[in-house]
């Protein structure tokens, strides 16, 4: 398998950047790694404070312990329209099409 396939896979099916470090890129990698890692560590905790907003309704006896109570309650509390990961969803998307197109690219450099 050639060295720019071999990245693209790394990048797109593991994690953004890790197709450069495979390149030994390691500046590019490191940076892409590195906003992809926040970035997932951020909606990873926005999704959990969501799920804990819900879990404490569900305690508290606000909302019925039904799936189609508790689903509808989800979608409400994850489509605001101000939603705070809307950002970071569209910048984790740009490194990771980034990652997959750069090792490519530079991978073929090095075929």
Same mark, same amino acid.
């Given at each position: 398998?050639?060295? /720019?396939?071999? &990245? %693209?896979?790394?990048? %797109?099916?593991?994690?953004?950047?890790? @197709?450069?470090? !495979?390149?030994?890129? $390691?500046?590019? @990698?490191?940076?892409?790694? /590195?906003?992809?890692?926040?970035?997932? !560590? !951020?909606?990873? /905790?926005?999704?959990?404070?969501? &799920?804990?907003?819900?879990?404490?309704?569900?305690?508290?006896?606000?909302? &019925?312990?039904?799936?189609?109570?508790?689903?509808?309650?989800?979608?409400?509390?994850?489509? %605001?329209?101000?939603?705070?990961?809307?950002? %970071?969803?569209?910048? $984790?998307?740009?490194?990771?099409?980034? @990652?997959?197109?750069?090792?490519?690219?530079? @991978?073929?450099?090095?075929?």
């Amino acid at each position: 398998m050639k060295k /720019s396939t071999k &990245a %693209a896979l790394l990048s %797109a099916l593991v994690f953004p950047g890790v @197709g450069h470090l !495979y390149l030994k890129r $390691w500046v590019t @990698g490191s940076l892409l790694l /590195s906003v992809a890692a926040v970035l997932t !560590y !951020y909606i990873g /905790s926005v999704v959990m404070d969501t &799920a804990n907003v819900v879990a404490q309704q569900i305690e508290s006896g606000a909302v &019925a312990l039904d799936v189609d109570t508790i689903t509808a309650l989800v979608v409400q509390e994850s489509s %605001a329209p101000a939603r705070p990961t809307n950002l %970071a969803e569209t910048v $984790w998307l740009v490194c990771w099409v980034i @990652g997959i197109a750069g090792s490519f690219w530079q @991978g073929r450099e090095q075929d």
